[in-house]
């Protein structure tokens, strides 16, 4: 199981967090700010696994985006890794070629995917395309009440 995913810039600012263990506010920042200063650290030639705690912690970088999850000790990290690469293979379909502007502006459409394919620290959802098929379904809904809003509003009078 998937403690908790994070996704962090080079320069250490974190742009995505998703736990799925309930931890204090307190010991979350104690531990991103750990985990951020341990892996930026870290030379590109090390091995993308440590150990961290009673956990392991498994990340890899894309572009300028470092991605990484913690899982327990007797999980199988090739799988944690597959799982962060499905997650940016679904992020590139959806963003094209992703970058850290895409996140910090669509932070809600990474959550989105996200959501789609882990659900509870578990894998939910393997298939890209079921997962992109429900991103596009959430966007026409969320287009659809836009639309349904303005007309609203154009017929009080307010636009």
């Keep these: 199981m998937i403690e908790f995913m994070l996704l962090f ?3 250490g600012k974190l742009r995505l967090q998703r736990w799925y263990s309930a931890l204090p506010v307190k010991e979350k920042k104690k531990i991103i700010r750990e985990l951020i200063a341990i892996i930026l650290t870290r030379k590109s030639k090390m091995c993308n696994f440590l150990e961290y705690r009673d956990k392991k912690i498994v990340y890899r970088r894309y572009a300028s985006l470092f991605f990484c999850c913690a899982i327990d000790k007797e999980d199988n990290e090739l799988l944690a890794l597959e ?9 590139d379909k959806f963003f094209g070629s992703v970058c850290e502007l895409d996140v910090i502006f669509n932070f809600e459409k990474a ?3 996200l959501d ?6 578990i894998v939910q959802e ?3 395309s079921h997962v992109l098929k429900a991103i596009q379904c959430q966007e026409m809904m969320a287009d659809d009440a836009e639309t349904r809003t303005h007309a609203v509003l154009e017929e009080l009078g307010f636009s």
Excluded: A
């Design 83 to 91: 799982i962060i690469h499905r997650f940016v293979e679904l992020l």
């Design 111 to 113: 959550y989105f995917m």
């Design 9 to 11: 810039s080079r320069q």
């Design 116 to 121: 789609e394919l882990l659900l509870g620290g």
């Design 126 to 128: 393997t298939s890209k």
